[in-house]
């Protein structure tokens, strides 16, 4: 499975960008689906997800209220809608796939990553 990101760009605090995910490969709707973001000097840290069988989602608690995940099935395309943004959420973006149903918040459960896409949020 081949992921391609795209939809980052600059944007101003409390402003909204939604980011996508087009995926490869056959099966698509069974696996779970993640964003994780990489800061300047930071570790790679979890976003949040999406199961590949309800559809369930969880956030990491930064985004919590203000990022929304979802799927499209029928496109083999996974979002990531984020408003309220801060400048704090500057970071390269990944998308991820888990071969599981639910790969859960470590990066470490995710076998295929899309290249990143650049979201700065600044004046």
């Known amino acids: 499975v081949q992921l391609q990101a795209s939809g980052g760009g600059l944007v101003q605090p409390g402003g909204s960008l939604r980011l996508s995910c087009a995926a490869s490969?056959?099966?698509?709707?069974?696996?779970?689906l993640a964003w994780f973001r990489q800061g300047p000097g930071k570790e790679r840290e979890f976003v949040a997800a999406?199961?590949?069988?309800?559809?369930?989602?969880y956030y990491a608690d930064s985004v919590k209220g203000r990022f929304t995940i979802s799927r499209d099935n029928a496109r083999n395309t996974l979002y990531l809608q984020m408003n309220s943004l801060k400048p704090e959420d500057t970071s390269v973006y990944y998308c991820?796939?888990?071969?599981?149903?639910?790969?859960?918040?470590?990066?470490?459960?995710?076998?295929?990553w899309g290249q990143g896409t650049q979201v700065t949020v600044s004046w």
């Open positions: 991820a796939l888990s071969r599981q149903r639910f790969g859960g918040t470590s990066s470490a459960d995710y076998t295929s």
């Open positions: 999406v199961s590949g069988d309800d559809g369930s989602t």
């Open positions: 490969g056959r099966f698509f709707r069974y696996y779970g």
